[in-house]
């Protein structure tokens, strides 16, 4: 016995609905692959070769951020050695000016120079980049150095004032220091103000950095130096010799004494300058290790960028192929769906 299926036309009506559904989907990401270039769907369509595209692409997100590390470094560094070539300007200009003079007369140009350089190195030394100061080592939030001239007194100052009356009973510019002989003068140079002037005591009395420097990862397998520190022993010895010129009083003092203040001026300025080089060589070789770091991680991306697209990148002309093929399925299965739609028994009754 025949029966008749109500269902029937509502199943034929709906099969072209459905696979349109699905022709839609497939579009869309066709659509998505010939506009990005690269698989709508990596893990889908790669299984198990997702891991390698995943890891390629980690290893290229690292040399990324390290080439981005290196870029804040460089301008660290950059900023550092012009602050270096400026605070070594200075002490060779100081220097050089009181070579040319004799003994007699270098008293007393040392003191005139002196006291604006001892402020010009404050402010090398606070030198700000990028919201960080450079010669504060792994304290680069905070400045340094404190000016030494101010008011209220700096700590140093009153450190080096305090040391000198100790010393000799009176303080430094007064009447009684012309009595203080060459002998003298230099003892305190080498005993009590150059105590000052030790790593501990600058820490204590003059600067705010820590004599950690930045070691900065500029490659997967190097590890430099990027900083230098306000307690490094070039810059204690320069503000020594600073303040042997502006800060004791020569001009008070007698003629053999300010010569021997002055020598140990000179000395100092000379050592200072021999470090201050040293510093810029070493920089100057960190610069140029990061440059050779940023040149091979730039191939090493480029290889692997090259690898990840091998992995991820789709045929354009094959794409392109897709979406007219299912273009031309969907107007097809529209097309059938509209004439399913119009069979009707009363069209066939009369």
Do not use: C, H
């Amino acid at each position: 016995m025949m029966t008749t299926g109500f269902i029937s036309s509502l199943t034929l009506w709906n099969a072209p609905r459905t696979g349109a559904a699905r022709l839609q989907s497939d579009l869309a990401t066709a659509t998505r692959e010939i506009a990005t270039g690269r698989l709508a769907d990596v893990g889908a369509t790669l299984g198990g070769g997702v891991t390698e595209a995943f890891g390629l692409r980690r290893q290229s997100a690292v040399l990324a951020a390290l080439t981005q590390s290196n870029a804040a470094a460089s301008l660290r560094l950059q900023a550092t050695q012009g602050a270096l070539k400026e605070i070594q300007t200075a002490a060779d200009a100081t220097l050089a000016e009181l070579t040319a003079l004799p003994a007699s007369q270098r008293g007393q140009t040392a003191a005139e120079a002196a006291r604006g350089r001892l402020a010009a190195l404050t402010g090398a030394l606070n030198t700000n980049a990028s919201g960080q100061f450079v010669f504060g080592g792994t304290a680069s939030g905070t400045a340094p150095l404190t000016a030494y001239e101010g008011s209220p007194a700096s700590a140093a100052k009153t450190a080096v004032d305090d040391a000198f009356a100790l010393y000799f009973g009176f303080a430094p510019g007064s009447a009684a220091a012309s009595g203080i002989t060459p002998s003298q003068i230099e003892s305190f140079i080498d005993g009590p103000l150059a105590g000052l002037f030790t790593e501990a005591n600058w820490k204590q009395t003059w600067s705010g950095a820590s004599s950690r420097t930045i070691d900065s990862q500029i490659s997967l397998t190097e590890t430099v130096s990027t900083s230098v520190s306000a307690n490094a022993d070039a810059f204690r010895k320069l503000g020594m010799a600073y303040v042997i010129a502006s800060g004791l009083g020569l001009s008070g003092l007698s003629q053999d004494a300010q010569e021997a203040a002055t020598g140990r001026v000179m000395d100092l300025l000379g050592q200072a300058s021999g470090g201050l080089t040293t510093m810029q060589a070493d920089l100057g070789r960190s610069q140029s290790r990061i440059t050779e770091a940023n040149a091979r991680m730039a191939k090493q991306t480029a290889l692997l960028t090259g690898q990840v697209r091998d992995l991820e990148s789709v045929d354009p002309a094959e794409a392109k192929a897709r979406v007219d093929a299912i273009t031309t399925q969907m107007q097809m299965s529209y097309g059938l769906t509209a004439q399913l739609r119009s069979l009707s028994l009363i069209n066939f009754l009369s």
